[in-house]
């Protein structure tokens, strides 16, 4: 795998539909992510970027604009007893969990790439449900009730991952944004051991993405044990990567909005040239966006982006066999 941006959102404008069909209608979104992959051939694709449907699923009510992520109307826990009050997810029934299977199913079936499902991190998932302020506030004060929470969490998502290995899933990729906000010690604690945990009961690869600026917290996602992962922008990627083991693939990380989605050709150019010349030494690197893209990406620029990756890593391999021979 060397080409895996992540991107799901810009083919509703190739089938020229609206964000809201493509998040509730399971035949929607493949069709857009059919045209999307077909178009540019990455070598793994991934599904739309939603981290409302496991909340939904718990009962949460969501606010759905036309085209803007469906985000949390209200957040139901405040308390140890509102947890107990909370029933694991059924995902062949409840919410929009089966919705997102059947997609997991049609690219299992129909693509030649690597199919990757996006689950909900266990904090993130868990600040969703309490309200990420209040939950990070908690980290400090009621930390059992933290803990009590994530550990649900927890249980919710390795619910959702073992439907979506059923489902044909090759590989997870656990969203985790809201942990980017813990200490090393509180990150730790209250995210990286439970990823951990989904790690090891997984019996496909996952790999873990974070928004914004990791740097603090690399040596404890390296603790986690898994394939990989997706780091944003916001990191010096090149400085980063030799803390890396090598037996771990390191995705990233173009800056999806001010160089893929909106920049100039020469800035596209001279930024994917600049990070595949400094992570040239790494053979478990992958050529991605720092995170999801938006949906009004230039696709000129995406298709820009693919090809200086596809040309790269073509010459690169074509040296190593001269060297062979």
Known sequence: ???????????????????????????????????????????????MMDLSVEAEALGCDLIKPENGSFCIADHPIGCSEDISKLRLPNPLRDGRLPKKLRVIREMSRHLDCINVAY???????????AGATSLIKSVLKNPEFVQRLVDFSEAVI?????????????????????????????????????????????????????????????????????????????????VLARRIPRDRLILGNLDPVAIVAYGETEQIRLETRQLLHNMADKENFVLSTGCD???????????????????HFGERMARQLDRSV
């Open 1 to 47: 795998m060397r080409l895996a941006p992540l991107m799901g959102l810009p083919g509703i404008t190739l089938s020229q539909t609206t964000l809201r069909q493509n998040l509730e209608d399971p035949g929607t979104q493949w069709r857009s992510l059919s045209m999307l992959i077909e178009r540019l051939e990455p070598d793994a694709a991934f599904p």
């Open 119 to 129: 689950v909900t991190g266990p904090f993130t998932l868990a600040g969703l449900l």
């Open 158 to 238: 390795r619910i959702y991952i073992n439907a979506l290995v059923d489902s044909g899933a090759d590989m997870i990729c656990i969203l985790e944004p809201t942990a980017v906000t813990l200490s090393p010690h509180q990150f730790s604690t209250h995210s990286a051991r439970p990823m951990q945990n989904l790690s090891e009961s997984c019996p496909i690869p996952v790999i873990i993405h974070i928004c914004g600026d990791s740097t603090a917290l690399i040596d404890e996602m390296i603790g986690v044990n898994c394939l990989g992962y997706s780091l944003d922008s916001k990191v010096d990627l090149p």
């Open 293 to 311: 893209l938006p949906m009004d990406t230039q696709m000129g620029n995406l298709e820009l982006m693919c090809s200086l990756a596809r040309s």
